[in-house]
Each structure stands twice: as C-alpha cells, then as structure tokens.
C-alpha cells in the first residue's frame, strides 16, 4: 500500500524533489510522487528533465482519470485520430519510420558479432546530444509497468518516459500498471523517448546495458515503445549473466488430455500470432522463461498484443478479427483511413477502396511514390494495438505468478525452400543448435530494407541479441542441463514451396500442433530422419481428419516430408561457418553441426539430394 499522505510528507518530497523538476510539476503531480517517496526515481526524472526541457510533467498513477487523459492528449495532439467507433483510434508513422529501425539501433558496449555497437561514451553522447531540448514545448509523460504480473516475485519494474501520448497510451495498453510497486526504490529498468523533430538523419536508439535506453526522432513503436522489443534487450542481458531465459516467444496452451503449454519462436510476420490464437493464448509474443524447482517455467511480460494485422481476416483469423470489430480498445497503426471513418488494410475485404488517408497522406488508387513505385492502401508492416483480455481465448493463468509449466519450444520461419513443415529433435542440445541457432528466415516488412531476403536468424533475436551468441548459446545449453524435466523441441515452417507453390494451407498449422501434443502425449509414433523426427503418414492422416475433417493423400505427405538433403546441409554448413567464426562459443556447438553434417552425408550417400519419408519408414 501506499505511504500515508499528509501535509508534512508533501513539504518533505518538496524538499527532495531537485529544482528544474519541481518547476515543472503541478501540485497534483507532485502529491502523486509523494505517494512513492522514490528517491531514485525522483533523481532519474530530474535528469531526464533537465536534458529534453519539457513546458510540464505528467505523472501516469494508472487511475481511469490518468488513461482517459493520455488518450485525449493523443487525439488532441493529432497523433490519434478517432475512428467512427469512439473505443478505436489510428496512428501514422512517418513514411520512413514504419518498421524497426535496424541500422539506427545500437548496444553500447563492447563488439558483439552481427549486432551494432558502440563504445558506451560514444553512444550516450550522440543520443544525448539529439535529445538536448528536444521536448521543449510539449508535456512529459511518465508511465509505470511490471514486466511480468505484479504479484509475481520474478516480475520487474519499469519507467516509460516520453513526449508522445500515442507512446504513453500504447504502454498503458500493453503492460500491467505498477504505480503502487514503486514504494520499494528497488532497481528498474528505464526508458526515455522522444519523438524530437523527427528528423529520421537523427533517428537514434541507444541501448545501455546499466538498464537505460534512449530513443529519438522516432514513433514507430518498435523503436519508441520501450518495454517491448527494447526492453527484450536489457531482459535477455539480465537472463544470460542470471542463467534464465528471456525470449522472443509466444506462449500458448494447447488442449489434449489436459492443457499443455508450449513457447514458439517465429520471427516477425512468419507465424507467431497465428499460432497463438490457435490455442489458449497466454503471451503472443515474449516470454520469461526461469528454472523453478527442475521445471521450466514462463512467464507472458506483456499484458497486451502489438500484432501485424496484414493479412488479417475472418476466415483464416477469427479471434483477431473478433478483437478488431469489437467495441473494446484499439489503436491501428499504418492501415488506411477510410472517408466514412472506418480503415482498411491488405486481407480485409474483397475490393481495394479508392480513396483514403494512409501513412503517406492523401492515398487514391493507383498512387505512386517518387520512384514510380505504387504506395499500397495499408503498410505492410500496419499494426494493432490490443489488450489480452479483449481475446477470448486468452488463459486466465497469464496472471499466474507462478508461470506455467513449459513440455514444449516451437522455433518457425519462413523457408520457401529447406525445411519440412514440423520435425522433432533428438534431446535439448540438437534442438537448441540445429534447430534454434541454425533459424534462416525469410526477411519480413517488420525491419526496415529489403522484404524476403532469407537472413540468419538464431531463435528470432538477431534484432534483439545483446550479449555474443556465443555466451547467449552457452547459457541456453546450461539452462537445459539444469532442468529435471526437459521441454520437447521442434521446428515448424508452414511456408515450404514446390516448382507448384505452397505445400501447406493455413490451417495445416493446427494438424502440426496436434502432433505436438500427441507428441508429448506418447500417443504419436515418428520415424527418424537425420535431422529429427517426422510424422508418419498414418498418424497425420487420421490428425488431418480429425482437426480438419480432411482426407490427406500421400502424395501431400510425401511432397511435403521429403527430406532435402543437400538444401539442409548446405543450411548447416553455413551456420557452422558463423559459429565457427564466434570466439567464445562452446565446443559443443560445432561438435553437434559436424555430427549433423556427417549424418546428411551419410544419407545423401545412400539416396541422394532428397529423400522420401516412405523410404525412411
């Protein structure tokens, strides 16, 4: 609870609260410091304060009076406009700020292979440098959250500091309020953001590892929002030297004799949200992962959704689509403004409209760009802003504080052309290295540059990774060493293409998962291939009838389960040579590769570039 309030407490925190802050707190404001009497927080205020030079200073308790003012101030400043449905707003992004902002992000530190830094001088002062008076003229607001839920003795407390309401009301969106957590002056994570000019030549987002991160010239919120993906930064730093895990994954619980909770790894815009709307959803997107007594046990640190919504429809996403057209709260971003007040972006109706308001301005069908290039009605990358409780499949024990037990880890990608739709490793240690560190994935729209482009992808973090994967590998396989009970591992990729097209329809992904459960179940059987177990055709014949009420032919199978060969061990030897060029990575790495080489060889001896499952049966 909190600290009594009274006169002599308000002189006291009067007292403390340095000069350039104080001037800029109304007395509301500063009774709702005293409630904290946080004298770290106060100084961290200050100095933010003192560096971008707001007119004022607005203090987020988390009350409805707080939520309902952030949001206005959004509509009022123009950074949210309010949709025909009073409860939905959309946002634009500038149009060169609509995904992550790859090239512009930094960990301030030493090197770290495949991952941008900066000496730690050098970062903060370019970054403070670009935010020296840049909210001058406009409110400052300050948010408080808990990565993780609150009654949670493994949850951690966080600041959102900002100019930009659309920010502050996206937070408030999708992490639990924590105001009352901060009575305690433990340590917390902090973030400061400002929108700046928006000079994109001056977009910078600087990642300290003391538990700061800086971010400005920017809106999107996977540069701006900081307890998302640049938080995911200071958490996976934090796991590393403690010996847990903090992930880029869904959490998801999926029905068999009884509910068994899986994570599953994809990276943006390759599978992730779908497939946790395919069961009980917990976490879409992260995931705390920690050793509690021999089990593995996760965590959702989020307590909303900021999903792609490209794409998005009724058939093949009805639970988003209920969300979307429901009457709770939502913020679209970077989908197209419709005249009558409504939005429509790629998947959401039969016709193209053929007028609107989009992210670059007045749009018409048929609009091109400065380079000739036709500027679509939405974004590729377009967003929804959501939280939890608006999905009905959502678990209840997302609030748990004791986590969820976790039988299961999923790592997807989109591969046009290597991987077969769902396989099985042999233990934890060929999971996590053949099929977690070895991720090669198509780009996608959700990072800045070219789209479709398959890049190295180590359990989705490369945008993410802040520590040498060496270290980050070493702590992964330790984790697995110290569990009583070892999760299952597979990998999934439901975007497998023949010289004919795709080899999967959407909705195969629930058959996959059923397997996954029948799997840990004991009830499927699997036949060995070098590079795990794959289904047999029997057991996903009946799956396919049963989820999908499908006759499945073996042709479907064979096209699908064929072993490529030569394409999988060219895949490793790649990733070998990247590991192989990491100084600290553990021997147990590349002895895992040369054994996974040498098994493909032996196969392709035998049967050549490909193998069909029938052969291996």
């Known amino acids: ?32 410091l005293s409630k904290l009497q946080n004298h770290q927080l106060v100084n961290f205020l200050n100095s933010v304060v003192g560096l971008c030079d707001p007119e004022s200073v607005y203090i987020v308790e988390g009350t409805r009076k707080d939520l309902e003012y952030v949001k206005r101030k959004a509509i009022e400043t123009g950074e949210e406009i309010r949709l025909k449905n009073e409860n ?39 970054v403070i440098s670009i935010l020296k008076g840049s909210m001058k003229g406009r ?4 948010g408080f959250y808990s ?4 009654a949670s003795k493994y949850k951690m407390l966080a600041v959102q500091v900002t100019d930009s309401p659309y920010v502050i009301h996206s937070e408030n969106m999708l992490y639990r309020n924590a105001f009352r957590e901060f009575t305690n002056n433990e340590d917390f994570l902090k973030f400061v953001h400002s929108k700046g000019s928006l000079d994109i030549k001056k977009r910078r987002i600087m990642i300290d590892l003391e538990g700061v991160v800086y971010s400005v010239n920017t809106t999107y919120a996977g540069n701006s929002v900081g307890l998302k ?45 779908s497939t946790s709307m395919l069961g009980k959803l917990i976490s879409d997107d992260l995931a705390f992962i920690r050793n509690v007594n021999g089990i593995a046990r996760a965590w959702n640190p989020e307590s909303g959704v900021f999903g792609i919504i490209h794409g998005v429809n009724p058939k093949d996403d009805p639970i988003v689509w209920d969300v979307l057209h429901s009457n709770d709260e939502v913020i679209f971003s970077n989908v197209l403004l419709l005249p009558d007040g409504t939005v429509y972006w790629e998947g959401s109706g039969d016709h193209e409209p053929e007028k609107g308001v989009n992210f670059a301005g007045e749009w018409w069908k048929g609009k091109r760009d400065g380079s000739g290039k036709p500027i679509p009605p ?32 999923i790592f997807g990608v989109k591969d046009y ?21 070895s991720m090669e994935s198509s780009r996608t729209s959700a990072v800045i540059g070219k789209s479709d482009e398959m890049e190295f992808n180590p359990m989705a973090l490369l945008d993410f990774i802040s520590v040498s994967l060496g270290k980050y590998l070493d702590n992964y396989l330790s984790f697995g060493k110290r569990l009583s009970k070892l999760p299952k591992i597979f990998s999934a990729n439901y975007f497998l293409k023949n010289e004919n097209g795709y080899l999967n329809s959407k909705e195969d992904k629930k058959v996959w998962l059923r397997w996954i459960v029948e799997r840990i179940e004991g009830k499927a059987s699997a036949i060995r291939t070098p590079i795990g177990f794959i289904p047999t055709y029997d057991d996903l014949s009946s799956l396919f009838y049963k989820v999908l009420s499908k006759t499945y032919k073996k042709e479907e199978y064979e096209a699908q389960f064929t072993i490529r060969l030569k394409a999988y061990k060219e895949k490793f030897e790649r990733v070998r040579s990247v590991y192989a060029g990491i100084d600290d990575v553990p021997d147990t790495v590349i002895e895992i590769f040369n054994k996974q080489i040498s098994d493909l060889n032996e196969y392709i001896n035998r049967f050549g570039e490909k193998v069909s499952p029938f052969q291996l049966s």
């Open 139 to 142: 409110e400052m607001f300050v």
């Open 229 to 273: 993906k640049l938080a995911l930064r200071l958490t996976l730093n934090k796991a590393v030297n403690e010996g847990w895990l903090s992930e880029h994954m869904a959490i998801i619980g999926l029905e068999g004799e009884r509910t068994h909770y899986i994570t599953a790894s994809f990276p943006s815009g390759s599978g992730k949200t």
């Open 378 to 409: 939405s974004h590729p990358n377009a967003r929804f802003t959501v939280r939890l409780n608006s999905f009905k499949n959502l678990d209840l024990k997302y609030e748990d504080p004791e986590g969820v037990e976790i039988e299961g880890i």
């Open 147 to 150: 990565l993780g839920p609150i």
């Open 1 to 32: 609870m909190f600290k009594d309030f009274n006169l002599d407490t308000h002189y006291l925190i009067m007292d403390l609260i340095p000069g350039i802050l104080k001037e800029r707190l109304s007395s509301s404001e500063i009774e709702k």
């Open 88 to 126: 939905h707003t959309i946002h634009f992004d500038p149009p060169l700020d609509q995904a992550r902002a790859r090239e512009d992000t930094f960990i301030l530190g030493s090197k770290i292979p495949y991952v941008n830094t900066k000496s730690r001088e050098e970062g903060l002062q370019e």
């Open 417 to 437: 052309y290597t991987l077969v739709p769902i396989a099985e490793s042999f233990s934890w240690e060929h999971g996590v290295i053949t099929m977690g560190a």
